[in-house]
T-cell receptor, first 113, second 111 residues
């Protein structure tokens, strides 16, 4: 079974802190994605990566950065957390190719106070 | 710009078929249609996907119109555990293989 794990299910951070959210997949997938989910807005793509050290901006990259040093790991970084980044963060991975399936992790609910 | 359009909510009686519609009028010829669902506070779960032909698996059936501008997800015998938000997604090839989610349809299965 494909497994996508995220470092924390719940996280509470203070405004201005640097926050790292980590995602690990065990299926040798090339693609990895970070989304955030807010009530009424659905899932919005923050960043994605199709290879090690490669990254592409999604719809809402402002205030975030990412790192992919190893194929199985994709990190989302909030350089200086703000209250408007309180959200559910979801990681996903997939093989390259149009017909591949994206598998999601359980999500991290981040609260910035 | 929206890539898919779904009704915000639907109800279905337990044991009946649930038919969830999706419009994707700007779909390109080589873009797949995917369906996912999300139960509260969990990550989205893959259901089914297709390109041109109708598809069926153990969870659902996917009916894609001949012009590919719309599709319908069918849950043949809905159960209470099928209560979830269902997302119809067109995988965008031009900008790099992302999965773009809309706001989905909240399906409530009624006993």
């Amino acid at each position: 079974d494909v497994k996508v794990t995220q470092s924390s299910r719940y996280l509470v951070k203070r405004t201005g802190e640097k926050v790292f959210l980590e995602c690990v997949q065990d299926m040798d997938h090339e693609n990895m994605f970070w989304y955030r989910q807010d009530p009424g807005l659905g899932l919005r793509l923050i960043y994605f990566s199709y290879d090690v050290k490669m990254k592409e901006k999604g719809d809402i990259p402002e205030g975030y950065s990412v790192s992919r040093e190893k194929k199985e790991r994709f990190s989302l970084i909030l350089e200086s957390a703000s209250t408007n980044q309180t959200s559910m963060y979801l990681c996903a991975s997939s093989l390259l190719g149009q017909g591949s399936i994206a598998y999601f992790g359980p999500g991290t609910r981040l609260t910035v106070t | 710009d929206a890539k898919t359009t779904q009704p915000p909510s639907m109800d279905c009686a337990e044991g009946r078929a649930a038919n969830l519609p999706c419009n994707h009028s700007t779909i390109s010829g080589n873009e797949y249609v995917y369906w996912y669902r999300q139960i509260h506070s969990q990550g989205p779960q893959y259901i089914i996907h297709g390109l041109k032909n109708n598809e069926t698996n153990e969870m659902a059936s996917l009916i894609i119109t001949e012009d590919r501008k719309s599709s319908t997800l069918i849950l043949p015998h809905a159960t209470l555990r099928d209560t979830a938000v269902y997302y119809c997604i067109v995988r965008v090839r031009v900008t790099g293989n992302q999965f773009y989610f809309g706001t989905g349809t909240s399906l409530t299965v009624i006993p």
